[in-house]
């Protein structure tokens, strides 16, 4: 109801000032929907309760519908967003496009509150039996010390960013369990100073012949 509402009231003619409270009010209603979500699914994560669905879907849509999701929160004078799709990626495939959506939502997420200058890569490729997902930022980067504990609940590599963007420290969480219960990896890389790369390689069943895709710059 209330993002409904001011979905609508961004629809009508308005004054820049009324316009940016309004955005405001806008990414706020979202932020405070997917804490929500997350803590939803992370019950039903721990209960084993959550169930995938098996249907067909396009990589390539997918992944374009995340980056513009979060296009509006990237500083585009300063950090580039661009898609990378690999060609041999299947144009259909089985799976639950819905939690793999959240998971690739999360990997960016992360990156795009991090990544102040540089760019920011969203990366499918074909691997063997699936699909590999990149998300790779030039961001301040991960201490080594860090890593391992990057995917555990409430986790957070720097408190900091709780209070600046708020946050439960359970979406990379999700995304490992989830990844886990397509029968799927995800880990990281990082280099202090350099950036970092959050991967994921998820089984997926192909339903159509390979199609020839390119990369997308998102301004």
Do not use: C
Request: glycine share 10%.
């Amino acid at each position: 109801g209330v993002i409904g509402n001011l979905d609508l009231l961004s629809s009508n003619q308005l004054d820049p000032e009324t316009r940016a409270l309004i955005s405001n009010a806008q990414r706020a209603a979202h932020v405070l929907l997917t804490l929500l979500n997350q803590v939803l699914d992370f019950t039903r994560l721990e209960a084993g309760k959550l169930e995938l669905e098996h249907i067909a879907f396009s990589i390539e849509t997918l992944v374009d519908d995340v980056a513009q999701t979060l296009s509006g929160l990237v500083d585009h004078s300063r950090v580039a967003l661009v898609v990378d799709l690999y060609s041999g990626l299947p144009d259909k495939v089985i799976g639950d496009p819905t939690r793999l959506r959240q998971v690739v939502l999360n990997l960016l997420g992360n990156a795009v509150k991090f990544t102040r200058r540089g760019h920011i890569l969203v990366r499918a490729m074909p691997i063997q039996d699936g699909v590999r997902f990149e998300v790779r930022d030039t961001g301040p980067g991960i201490a080594r010390e860090h890593l391992s504990k990057l995917f555990q609940p409430f986790v957070q590599e720097d408190s900091s960013t709780t209070r600046q963007f708020g946050g439960t420290g359970l979406g990379l969480s999700i995304s490992r369990e989830l990844v886990e219960l397509m029968h799927g990896r995800i880990g990281v890389e990082s280099t202090p100073g350099e950036g970092s790369v959050f991967w994921a390689e998820i089984p997926l069943e192909s339903s159509a012949p390979p199609g020839v895709l390119a990369a997308n710059i998102f301004e």
